[in-house]
Structures are given as structure tokens and as C-alpha cells.
């Protein structure tokens, strides 16, 4: 019979590449790894690994018995969903991941809900980059997690996850107000929500004009490996050129405060834009979107704390964001 601890190793590698990386995330030893490997390949009778110089890869049959592992898995998550559902009364720890402008913004008012409608769950929130979710998903440190996509960087398919829409959020390019050159004429401006504390403009149809526009100033991103520096990155290069960095940070506050500086232009979501209108930013709404999804293991959604935080995000979702799916 095969084991299933073992199973999930095999999984975690097919989807980390090396014994050292399974063995740093599951905190085993590489060698202890490898001899658990070692007994999965004498369970199935078959070689499951082969040597690729220093590293291994799945052989065919490796590969084919991920794809079972994946469904064994996920039906585990169900029946643990089963079995919460009939001890009733939800109690004991909910880790959660998400990141910084949905932790500020969303998730206080969600976990306030929750603690009054189940006072034995125990939540505890880690801010995660989404980056990282799926494996720490995976791995089984985080039960559900917040992730964001960008219309430039969109979320790729991740075997063992599912995932629920939750909302969608505006997305403006921040300038300094003092000495921005005239904009590009734009055709048929776009209605767009205005950020929260204040208005702003349009930047029209034309995404890239916009952008184009302060193709020779510095930009601020958020660090590389991110979402959000991609999202930056990749929008600039759809327009026709690449971003002068600057500075590199991640907290949109203090993106702004540099922008306010003369630092630097940023594109900012609405989440990330706070508290009273900066007299010394002028903000442009563009056409991109970040959308956020709640994230889970398959056949974790119909576990009851999964699904009764997710339906107190939902509550908790500002009725002003753009392209909001709170109810859906």
C-alpha cells in the first residue's frame, strides 16, 4: 500500500524541482527525503526518480503517480471537510496569508465578524506575498490565503489549489503634481472609481500614452520577485519601454510618500492609496485591474472555516472597489 506521507513528497517535488528545496520547505533533511523517496520507489515496485547529473527528475511513472497523488490528496481534504462538518462548532487554529493592503483593509473587519460568529476559531494571519501561497499551501503551513493577480501578470493554474474570486480593485499611475509634462490626449475617457480620501483623473483609453508619458522619469517598484514589481515592469514594456528603477519598495504608503518627494512615478493600487489626497500627487486612473482571489487546497472549500472566513472577506470587502465580486 502506498503511503500517503510519501505520496506528498513525491508531489512536492514535481512541483519544487530539488530533494533540498522539498527538504528546506517540509523542514526534513535532504537525506531523509531521499530515504522516504527511496521506499515510495520499493512500494511502487518501479523506478519513480532518475539522476540528472547532481539533481533527479520524475521518470514517466513518477509523473503519472502525481497526478493520483493530487486526487488522493484532495479527496483527504474533503473528508476532512466531512468530518469538521459533523463534530459542528468551528474551534482551533485557521492560518492565514495575505498581503499587506488586504490585511490593512479587509481582513480586521472579516476577523471580526468571524470571532463573533465563532468564537472557538482561532485565525492567525501571516502577511504572505502570493508569490509564496501555493507553496506554503501545499506544505500545509497556511490553510487559505489572499492572492492577487494583475491583468499584466496573470495567476498561473496550480495543481493542488483552487481558488474564489473575491474582488476586483482600480489601478492609477501616481506622479509627482509639480512639473509633470502634459499628458497625451486620450480618446473616449474612461469612468473609473475615484481612490479612497479624493479624486482623480482619467487616463482615457489610452493605457500606454499614459505611461509613455513618463517613459524618461524614475520609476518605484516593489521589490523583484514580487507580483507587484512584474505588474510595473511588464505594463511599461506593453507601452513600448522599460522602466528607469529607482527605488525599490514594497509598502504603497511609502510609495507614495516618495512620489509626494519628486522621487519617482508608481503605479498604485486603490487599496493602496489612503487617507486624505495628497495635494503633492496627482494620481491617473489606467484601464488594468488587480483582482483578488481567496485560495485554498483542493477540496479544502467546503471545509467550514474556510468557508466561513471566506464569506466574512466577502462582507468585509469596501462596496467602492472597482469591479467588486464580494457577491459572487
Known amino acids: 500500500m502506498l503511503d500517503v506521507r510519501r505520496l506528498r513528497l513525491l508531489r512536492e517535488l514535481a512541483r519544487r524541482g530539488t530533494i533540498a528545496a522539498v527538504a528546506e520547505a517540509l523542514s526534513f533533511s535532504p537525506s531523509a527525503v531521499s530515504q522516504q523517496l527511496g521506499v515510495l520507489e520499493r512500494e511502487a515496485g518501479l523506478p519513480l526518480l532518475e539522476r540528472t547529473g547532481r539533481g533527479v527528475r520524475l521518470t514517466p511513472a513518477g509523473q503519472n503517480l502525481v497526478g493520483h497523488a493530487e486526487a488522493v490528496l484532495e479527496r483527504l481534504e474533503q473528508a476532512d471537510a466531512d468530518l469538521a462538518e459533523a463534530r459542528g462548532g468551528l474551534a482551533g487554529a485557521l492560518r492565514i496569508g495575505a498581503f499587506p493592503t488586504a490585511t490593512r483593509a479587509i481582513v480586521p473587519a472579516a476577523l471580526t465578524a468571524l470571532a463573533r460568529r465563532h468564537p472557538g476559531l482561532e485565525p492567525m494571519v501571516s502577511e504572505t506575498d502570493p508569490a509564496a501561497v501555493a507553496h506554503a499551501l501545499r506544505a500545509g503551513d497556511l490553510d487559505v490565503a489572499l492572492v492577487h493577480e494583475y491583468d499584466f501578470v496573470p495567476a498561473e493554474p496550480e495543481p493542488g489549489l483552487a481558488t474564489e474570486p473575491l474582488y476586483g480593485e482600480a489601478m492609477y499611475l501616481a506622479a509627482p503634481a509639480a512639473g509633470v509634462p502634459a499628458q497625451a490626449p486620450a480618446q473616449a475617457p474612461a469612468q473609473a472609481p475615484a481612490p479612497p480620501g479624493g479624486p482623480a483623473e482619467s487616463g482615457g483609453s489610452d493605457q500606454g500614452a499614459v505611461l509613455r508619458t513618463h517613459a524618461g522619469a524614475p520609476w518605484i517598484t516593489a521589490t523583484p520577485g514580487t507580483l507587484c514589481h512584474a505588474m ?97
Not at 247 to 273: C, I, K, R, S, W
Open 232 to 328: 510595473t515592469v511588464r505594463a511599461c514594456q506593453a507601452a513600448g519601454f522599460t522602466p528607469r528603477v529607482r527605488h525599490q519598495v514594497d509598502e504603497f504608503a511609502t510609495v507614495l510618500a516618495l512620489v509626494a518627494a519628486g522621487q519617482g512615478v508608481a503605479v498604485v493600487p486603490q487599496l493602496g492609496v489612503t487617507g486624505p489626497p495628497d495635494p503633492a500627487v496627482r494620481l491617473t486612473r489606467l484601464l488594468m485591474e488587480r483582482r483578488t482571489n481567496l485560495a485554498f487546497r483542493s477540496g479544502a472549500g467546503a471545509h467550514p472555516a474556510v468557508a466561513a472566513f471566506g464569506a466574512a472577506l466577502r462582507a468585509a470587502v469596501p462596496p467602492d472597489l472597482a469591479g467588486s465580486r464580494a457577491g459572487t
